[in-house]
């Protein structure tokens, strides 16, 4: 079968609106741009070029990925955070923007210490916060801590491809189990916080594919703020700084966890005026 770049789209777009995909003709031309390894732009510039029939099995392969609600981030195994391009694949979440205000308050809290300021990333993932805090902050030192082997594999690719490996010590462990050498001043973490109930009425993006055991935070949602609040004396310095994410309507309750260990507790909110992120301070 042979076809131009038109009636590529045309097909793609028709087998991704029948799954429900809400912008089927733009997510087409990303997924093609994708293929081609070439830029929106060009894409609809030279809408009569044949496809090669390589990269026409390619694209029909990638669209029915997406029509099966896999997310773009997985079928091209890349996701923008912080600026930088990070490796992601089904082992590990795919980082948000909404993230991002954790990463910008922790490098916000890093500058009050001075280095090498010891941080640790609790529940790392991809390695997307562990990363990007080694990579804007040089004089930092980070430990990165997720219960997924696969999960770290992947953070440690990404820590080689921006050259801070060897300021992040990457660690398989259970924060239940977990005891650091000393303390650190500054603790991150973007916890498992989906109700336990509420993952299967996910979107099927997340629903779907990404790991459960990075989406369930127990029955109410808030199992590891009461695991990281438990062990903030052996985890902080005195002088200590911890900063969460938090899901919608969660704000309340870990603050006044942070509060009952005698912390300081303020909050930021992301774009859409939704408390994300929580930090408390000795």
């Known amino acids: 079968m042979s076809l131009n770049i038109r009636e590529a789209l045309n097909e793609a777009v028709s087998i991704l609106k029948n799954s429900n995909i809400e912008t089927p003709a733009r997510e087409a031309g990303v997924l093609l741009a994708f293929v081609l390894k070439k830029d929106l732009s060009y894409i609809y510039a030279h809408p009569e070029e044949n496809l090669p029939d390589g990269i026409l099995r390619e694209f029909i392969d990638a669209v029915g990925r997406r029509s099966r609600r896999m997310p773009f981030q997985y079928i091209s195994n890349r996701q923008e955070f912080m600026s930088l391009e990070f490796y992601v694949d089904q082992n590990c979440l795919v980082p948000r923007p909404d993230t991002e205000i954790l990463v910008e308050a922790a490098l916000e809290a890093v500058k009050k210490y001075k280095g090498p300021v010891r941080v640790l990333d609790i529940g790392t993932g991809s390695g997307a ?3 990007s805090i080694a990579y804007y902050a040089e004089n930092t030192v980070v430990d990165a801590i997720d219960i997924s082997e696969n ?21 398989n462990a259970d924060i239940n189990r977990f ?7 500054v603790v991150v973490s973007n916890p498992p916080y989906i109700p336990r109930g509420e993952i299967e009425k996910l979107m099927p993006e997340v629903a779907c594919y990404e790991p459960v055991i990075a989406l369930d935070g127990g029955e109410d949602g808030l199992d590891f703020y009461r695991i990281i609040a438990s062990k903030l004396e052996n985890l902080l310095y005195p002088d200590g700084t911890v900063l969460v994410e938090v899901g919608i309507g969660q704000y309340a ?12 507790v303020s909050v930021l909110k992301d774009l859409a005026g939704t408390d994300r992120v929580v930090l408390g301070s000795f």
């Open 129 to 131: 916060i562990a990363v």
């Open 151 to 171: 999960a770290l594999t992947v953070a440690v690719k990404n820590a080689e491809k921006y050259s801070t490996a060897e300021r992040i010590n990457f660690i």
């Open 179 to 185: 005891t650091p050498e000393k303390p650190y001043s």
């Open 253 to 264: 309750y870990v603050r006044e966890l942070f509060e009952k260990k005698g912390m300081r």
